[in-house]
């Protein structure tokens, strides 16, 4: 196992980046599709050439790897109480999707000691000039540990439907990370439109309070479509995207992560600042 880590190290040693931008990715609800975009966003972004890691912090659910039809070997966890290296729990997937799964018990913070803390943030930070992008795709809803990791990320995107319930949970979401933080930039994406017309408006309704309520620009970023091909991709535990390359929704992702990597360009704050802002918020624990 240790020399299938210091291969999977060297292997991206060899092509170092500007540093990693950290996307938390969130919803106000559960069943919006939120792991699916995630792990499908990932991986059309590693179409475009860039280097991706997707951090599995929905802890207990393990839907990142039941989407890539896998079981993760070590997670979180294993790595804090193991004093493991984070080469050694870092699962390398499809088409070059590199995947960390959370564990069941990483939401509680009671039994993790302060050693324990210090080996995960360590082995964190050396991550940042490996990839170009790390997702964090969390739970639904915030738990404090959960609000920590968000705080720390570099932007959020929200995804969201047009059901009306989406809708007011996903702006309860923003409203809530905004008044903790008013300077994170916040993306949206909204998933299962009927038409592109639905989308459109969802994005419009959601785009306008945030802007009347919390004076905050929302960007959209696009709409990804009702399409059977993601429901016969889950049940065959494929992502979509590589599943149904051609499919709507396919296309509308990988629309959606170029749009996306234009707007990462313009952002300025450094993988430093996420380790040092995460380091900050367990000390305060």
């Not at 945030?210 to 399409?227: N, R």
Request: with cysteine; glycine share 6%; aromatic share 8%.
């Amino acid at each position: 196992m240790i020399d299938q880590a210091e291969s999977l190290r060297k292997q991206l040693l060899d092509a170092e980046t500007d540093g990693a931008r950290v996307l938390a990715v969130v919803s106000g609800k559960g069943g919006v599709g939120k792991t699916n975009i995630t792990v499908n966003l990932a991986l059309s972004l590693i179409k475009l050439g860039k280097k991706v890691l997707v951090l599995d912090l929905d802890v207990g659910m393990g839907n990142v790897d039941l989407i890539l039809g896998r079981k993760a070997k070590h997670h979180i966890m294993n790595m804090m109480e193991n004093k493991l290296s984070v080469w050694e729990i870092i699962e390398e997937g499809k088409e070059g999707l590199h995947t960390i799964a959370g564990g069941r018990n990483f939401t509680s913070l009671v039994n993790i000691t302060d050693d324990m803390l210090n080996h995960f943030v360590k082995q964190l930070e050396e991550l940042g000039r490996f990839y170009d992008f790390i997702f964090l795709d969390m739970g639904a809803g915030v738990t404090d540990t959960a609000l920590k990791f968000i705080l720390s990320s570099h932007e959020i995107l929200v995804i969201a439907t047009p059901e009306i319930t989406s809708i007011t949970d996903a702006y309860s979401m923003m409203k809530f990370i905004y008044s903790k933080d008013k300077e994170l930039p916040f993306y949206l994406a909204v998933n299962r439109c009927e038409n592109e017309r639905e989308g459109q408006e969802t994005s419009a309704k959601l785009k306008n309070v945030c802007k009347q309520f919390l004076q905050k620009e929302l960007v959209c970023l696009g709409t990804i479509p009702m399409d059977p091909a993601v429901l016969e991709s889950v049940k065959r535990q494929t992502p979509f995207t590589l599943n149904k390359p051609y499919s709507k929704a396919s296309q509308s992702v990988l629309e959606l992560a170029r749009t996306f990597a234009g707007f990462s360009k313009e952002q300025k704050a450094s993988y430093t600042s996420f380790i040092t802002r995460l380091k900050s918020f367990f000390t305060e624990r």
